[in-house]
């Protein structure tokens, strides 16, 4: 079974910088695409940044510019984060697609406040 485990949230100043990390089970390699999602109370699941194995990476147009997705030549995935904003507030979720398989981590909470 394929794990997927988010470390890194916190809370942070606006303005400020933050990375999470999210380690597989297996390596990032032997996904389709991996990346990031967030989600904020009473609104659905949205993605962030997503990284295909093939093509660039794609990112909400509210983050570009701010956020980078990458990953290591083995099982981590990271997502840095700048100019944090309030609005960027939100529980964020590690994502990986294995054909028609999708995988969660269980979410890592990030709040920007002063």
């Known amino acids: 079974q394929v794990q997927l485990v988010e470390s890194g949230g916190g809370l942070v100043q606006p303005g400020g910088s933050m990375i999470l990390s999210c380690a597989a089970s297996e390596s990032t390699f032997s996904f389709n695409a991996v990346g990031w999602y967030r989600q904020t109370p009473g609104n659905q699941r949205a993605m962030v940044a997503v990284?295909?194995?093939?093509?660039?990476s794609y990112y909400v147009d509210s983050v570009k510019g701010r956020f980078t997705v990458s990953r290591d030549n083995a099982n981590t995935v990271y997502l840095q984060m700048n100019s944090l904003k309030p609005e960027d507030t939100a529980v964020y979720y590690c994502y990986g697609r294995q054909g028609e398989r999708e995988y969660w981590g269980q979410g890592t909470q990030v709040t920007v406040s002063s």
């Open positions: 990284k295909p194995n093939w093509g660039s």
